[in-house]
């Protein structure tokens, strides 16, 4: 069990006296061009184990099967074991409290180059994936809202693949998604990963995936953040509905 005061403590100091401006500024740097910068950064290691233990333990409690495909996105699949935003907040202590730590945020908002608010959208505030079968992917999609912050818990090698690709500066329309114009139109910049990584992403405006595990487990916690433009837009929620929805007994 970890102490939250403790933990929060720690990420303050760290993000006070490690997190140097050239980080910073590298890290803002690529994400205006790329859509996406590492941050790993962002939190100390306590943090991050602190953070891994307990999706970990959520994955074994939770873990949901799922394999789906979304006319909104083209039918481009989703194949994992989950764990919802409302399991996370139910059974876990961790995740919860960093979701909203004020030294997170401040520093996304730096890198972002604006404010970075907690999603007003709550299934999509944290999300656990875990990609553990042969083929298991989260193809090519969009994001509701602007930003979203992965912690790296667990990823194989490049070469048995769970690295992320991206297309930024692209453009969803739920009823003409057109992903394969997209991908020959555009360059597709990819992402190899290791664990303790943290990404921060501008989800809805850059098509992203997660290349098929062939072998190995790709585990992370997908933290889901707002613009300032987004607190006051009217938002569909079609694939995240569907992508967490409670399945039913019997069927997990």
Request: charged share 25%.
């Amino acid at each position: 069990m970890f102490d939250s005061r403790v933990l929060y403590q720690e990420l303050r100091e760290h993000v006070e006296r490690d997190v140097a401006p050239d980080d910073i500024a590298t890290a803002r740097r690529d994400f205006s061009y790329l859509g996406h910068a590492k941050v790993s950064f962002v939190a100390p290691d306590s943090v991050k184990k602190a953070v891994a233990d307990e999706v970990n333990e959520l994955i074994d409690k939770a873990g949901t099967r799922r394999d789906l495909r979304f006319a909104e996105t083209d039918y481009t699949p989703r194949r994992m074991r989950n764990v919802t935003r409302a399991e996370i907040a139910e059974l876990g202590t961790v995740i919860n409290g960093i979701y909203t730590a004020e030294p997170i945020l401040r520093v996304l908002s730096e890198v972002a180059g604006e404010p970075v608010h907690p999603c007003p959208y709550e299934p999509e505030q944290f999300v656990i994936t875990c990609l553990e079968k042969d083929g298991d992917t989260h193809g090519w999609h969009w994001d509701d809202f602007t930003f979203a912050l992965v912690w790296v818990v667990e990823c194989p090698p490049v070469e048995h693949g769970g690295f992320v690709q991206c297309v930024p500066n692209t453009v969803w329309n739920k009823e003409r998604p057109e992903i394969n114009r997209a991908l020959v139109s555009r360059p597709i910049y990819s992402m190899e990963l290791f664990p303790g990584d943290l990404y921060l992403m501008r989800t809805n405006t850059t098509l992203h995936r997660v290349a098929p595990v062939r072998q190995g487990r790709r585990k992370i916690i997908n933290m889901g953040y707002a613009s300032t433009s987004d607190l006051t837009r009217d938002f569909t929620h079609e694939t995240m509905d569907q992508l967490w929805a409670t399945v039913p007994a019997g069927e997990v």
